[in-house]
């Protein structure tokens, strides 16, 4: 069972050093973003947006006339995101301090990001609310933690580990984009050990 006040306290307490315990995994977040196949001047949905480190390369493909919205829970990761918005000058991003299930989204998008969001992806009721405001023919992308093949113990201790310190449920690391692909076609999974990557495209 997903516990958000746990959730929300270890990531209160982790968002000042957040950017550089995710720096290992930028190749990921670059491959992810690859498959949003975004074109200039679209909107994607950034779900658990954290301190904003998915949006310089978000911006490389939509431009000033695309839009992120990004979804966060925590203040304190929501306040190094906009601090890292005023930073650069973007314009065309709006962050959301809210729950997944409960953001009031203001704009139906064209792709839609979960990167490392393990309790978000355990929440179908969250899944089902931020389905509604995508549209036809948009792409999803979901990348976190899995385990790896029974053999590759060292990625099964990295998974377990990481996962006790990053997500408040060990609930459905064997396959986490479950939800998500109730509700995709095509769904396509590349996973890499400890990792995933799954995407596809709205039924």
Not at 89 to 112: R, Y
Not at 125 to 133: M, N, R, T, V, W
Not at 194 to 201: E, L, S, W
Request: proline fraction near 4%.
């Amino acid at each position: 069972m997903i516990n958000r006040a746990w959730a929300l306290e270890q990531y209160r307490c982790r968002a000042h050093v957040y950017d550089n315990e995710l720096r290992l995994f930028e190749p990921i977040r670059r491959m992810s973003i690859e498959r949003l196949q975004l074109a200039s001047g679209a909107t994607v949905l950034d779900v658990g947006c954290g301190t904003g480190l998915s949006f310089k390369l978000l911006e490389q493909y939509i431009g000033p006339t695309g839009f992120i919205i990004g979804v966060e829970q925590c203040p304190e990761m929501l306040k190094i995101a906009q601090q890292r918005v005023d930073a650069a000058g973007w314009t065309n991003i709006i962050l959301l301090n809210s729950q997944a299930e409960g953001a009031d989204i203001p704009s139906m998008a064209d792709a839609m990001l979960f990167h490392f969001t393990h309790d978000i992806l355990q929440q179908p009721d969250a899944i089902a609310h931020l389905f509604k405001f995508l549209k036809s023919k948009s792409r999803v992308v979901a990348t976190g933690l899995n385990w790896s093949d029974p053999w590759d113990w060292m990625s099964n201790t990295y998974v377990l580990m990481a996962a006790l310190y990053s997500t408040s449920s060990m609930e459905g690391l064997g396959q986490p984009w479950m939800h998500l692909a109730e509700r995709l076609t095509a769904v396509e999974v590349t996973k890499m050990g400890a990792f995933f990557i799954a995407h596809g495209t709205p039924e």
